[in-house]
């Protein structure tokens, strides 16, 4: 009796505490639901209002070659040809057959073709990959395929080792991936080298009477990288023209105000006249790199950078950009500038790779020369036909081994080909501590993403659909 009593005391206990959990879980839920809908709208409209961050966000979607859509052939399609379906509405094709070097494949975004037998993979776009509706359960001939260009502040969980370790295929900013889109925002490099923009040196001395050494563009404040931090205590020891939204102190000319503008002629000629253009990323991530480091580089303006840590890798030369990693204060970033400024000589040596046209980086030779696809180029695949047909292929590949009775070849993403690490805060001086509520928000919400991820392997590799709440409740128990 006593020990019923007492396990009912337990129950009764374990019951209270359970109910407490859900209720904070779907709290959880709700808000993170609402952040999670603002990010995108945010995302969205940034984009729209400001291009600047991620600005051509689907550069080759926009560019993508005509395909025509063999409706007709769509009924033997789906017998003689393995299908790839896009669990993503990305691409918006009904049903599309394309010709990867001799293999065909058929692609769509109809999910009735879930459990056709012909369905080799599916096709996933980190940016709206969702717990939701996964093709589950797995069969151990469906391959899971994962496109993620884009920084982690879009779907942190899938930058955790659980989560990126579910597919067989990617196709990320990583050098490591399978399809590396390190390069993905630099359309040559003839257009590095070109001189279109380039201002000369003593037109851009004269200039300097009525601007500041460096300029700032930055219109999505505070994010994972805490630049604005940085870029804020720059600002106390030298002078810099801020257009963006973010530290803003200077106006753009009216008609440019229209974010689109960030890509237009009259825009870079204004970025052109400075001698230095802080280019801060959004994150911190190896081989995370975006047009803010090209852009400078194309209109002959020293680039000031921040982001990936391996960002030698990918420079035009040892002498091109600045990067701040290299000074331990922002003190003394802006004595070299400053120094820089005032000594003709020393300034020009960051562009003489371009003045020359001699671009020394023998691997960013090669990596542009060698990749598959192109950026706002007509004549080539964009990247996302790229990366289906690099799917394509191997399962193709697959299917002619298993006709031979030989095993498939194996394929797996591995940690380090969507990865980054913790954000970190900068912290110039004792007194700083007192961080940002943004800079606390990204932290957690890069806590949180390392048990969503884990749960989320849990449940994939259980291999049984599962709901949302399911999901959370395991985030939370964890
Ligand atoms: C999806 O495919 C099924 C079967 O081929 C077809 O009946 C249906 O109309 C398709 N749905 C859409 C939205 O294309
Ligand atoms: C930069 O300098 C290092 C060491 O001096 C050298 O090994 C490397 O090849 C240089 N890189 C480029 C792009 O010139
Ligand atoms: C794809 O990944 C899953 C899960 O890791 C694995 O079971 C399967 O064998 C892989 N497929 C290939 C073709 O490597
Ligand atoms: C799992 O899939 C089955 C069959 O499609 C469906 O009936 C069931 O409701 C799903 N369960 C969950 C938890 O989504």
């Known amino acids: 009796m006593k020990t019923i009593r007492k396990k009912r005391f337990w129950a009764s206990c374990f019951c209270f505490m359970a109910a407490f959990f859900l209720l904070i879980t779907f709290q959880v839920i709700v808000e993170l639901g609402k952040s999670e809908q603002l990010t995108t709208k945010?995302?969205?409209?940034?984009?729209?209002?400001?291009?600047?961050?991620?600005?051509?966000?689907?550069?080759?979607?926009?560019?993508?070659?005509?395909?025509p859509d063999h409706n007709t052939e769509k009924k033997f399609n789906e017998d003689r040809y393995p299908i790839l379906l896009w669990w993503s509405p990305l691409t918006g094709e009904s049903g599309r057959r394309a010709q990867c070097g001799l293999d065909a494949c058929f692609f769509t975004i109809n999910r009735t073709y879930q459990h056709n037998p012909m369905t080799k993979a599916f096709l996933f776009y980190g940016t709206d990959f969702s717990i939701d509706n996964l093709p589950l359960p797995r069969a151990d001939y469906h391959d899971w395929a994962l496109f993620?260009?884009?920084?982690?502040?879009?779907?942190?969980?899938?930058?955790?080792a659980p989560a990126i370790t579910l597919f067989n295929h990617t196709a990320t900013f990583?050098?490591?991936?399978?399809?590396?889109?390190?390069?993905?925002?630099?359309?040559?490099?003839?257009?590095?080298?070109s001189l279109k923009y380039t201002v000369s040196l003593p037109k851009k001395n004269s200039l300097r009477k009525r601007l500041a050494p460096l300029a700032y563009i930055q219109s999505d404040c505070d994010p994972p990288s805490d630049r604005d931090s940085y870029v804020k205590e720059l600002m106390a020891h030298i002078e810099i023209d801020s257009y963006g939204a973010c530290l803003h102190n200077r106006d753009l000319p009216e008609h440019l105000q229209n974010p689109a503008s960030m890509d237009s002629d009259s825009f870079h000629k204004?970025?052109?006249?400075?001698?230095?253009?802080l280019a801060f990323e959004n994150a911190v991530c190896e081989d995370y790199i975006t047009e803010k480091l090209w852009r400078p580089l194309k209109l002959g303006v020293v680039p000031i950078y921040y982001g990936s840590p391996t960002i030698q890798d990918w420079l035009p030369s040892n002498k091109s950009a600045i990067l701040i990693t290299e000074f331990s204060h922002p003190k003394d970033l802006?004595?070299?500038?400053?120094?820089?400024?005032?000594?003709?000589?020393?300034?020009?040596?960051?562009?003489e790779w371009k003045l020359k046209g001699d671009i020394s980086n023998k691997q960013l030779l090669a990596v542009i020369k060698e990749r598959t696809w192109g950026v706002q180029d007509i004549m080539k695949d964009n990247y996302i036909d790229a990366f289906e047909c690099m799917v394509c292929t191997r399962v193709w590949e697959n299917i002619r081994r298993q006709a031979k009775g030989m095993l498939p070849r194996r394929w797996?993403?591995?940690a380090n080909h969507l990865s980054c690490p913790r954000p970190q805060?900068?912290?110039?001086?004792?007194?700083?501590?007192?961080?940002?509520?943004?800079?606390?928000?990204?932290?957690s919400s890069f806590d949180q993403?390392?048990?969503?991820?884990?749960?989320?392997?849990?449940?994939?590799?259980?291999?049984?659909?599962f709901t949302a709440l399911e999901f959370w409740t395991l985030v939370f128990r964890e």
């Open 425 to 443: 805060a900068f912290a110039f001086s004792p007194l700083s501590v007192q961080r940002t509520v943004l800079q606390e928000v990204w932290r």
């Open 148 to 160: 993620h260009e884009e920084s982690p502040k879009n779907n942190y969980k899938l930058f955790q």
């Open 42 to 67: 945010n995302s969205v409209s940034q984009n729209d209002a400001s291009k600047e961050d991620e600005f051509q966000k689907y550069p080759s979607l926009f560019f993508k070659k005509p395909k």
């Open 174 to 193: 990583s050098r490591h991936s399978h399809l590396p889109l390190t390069t993905q925002y630099l359309e040559s490099i003839e257009a590095l080298k």
């Open 412 to 414: 797996k993403a591995e």
């Open 449 to 465: 993403s390392k048990r969503e991820a884990h749960a989320l392997q849990q449940l994939v590799e259980r291999n049984r659909n």
């Open 334 to 351: 802006a004595q070299y500038i400053k120094a820089l400024d005032a000594d003709d000589k020393e300034y020009v040596a960051y562009l």
């Open 270 to 277: 204004i970025l052109a006249q400075y001698k230095f253009v």
